[in-house]
């Protein structure tokens, strides 16, 4: 299993709703969480080996939140 770490434009609880679909059903993600505490809003995610952080980059740009990996 793999760590993939980003930084984000999801800053509560309504930002994380709107994505829990979009990260729950991508191919390769285990386990995510998003730190909102951070100023940097540090989404972690736990993945196979396959999955490459330009497709969450690309998932959340789909609905609308940017995000970097760190």
């Known amino acids: 299993m793999e760590t993939l770490k980003f930084k984000t434009t999801i800053k509560c609880g ?5 994505v829990t ?3 729950d059903h991508l191919n390769g993600v ?3 969480e998003v730190d909102t505490v951070n100023p ?3 989404l972690t995610i736990k ?4 999955l490459e952080a330009k497709e969450v980059i690309a998932a959340l740009a789909a609905r609308g939140y940017h995000a ?3």
């Open 14 to 18: 309504g930002c994380i709703a709107t």
């Open 21 to 23: 679909p979009v990260l």
């Open 30 to 32: 285990e386990k995510w």
């Open 40 to 42: 940097d809003k540090i």
């Open 47 to 50: 993945a196979t080996p396959d």
């Open 68 to 70: 970097e990996s760190i």
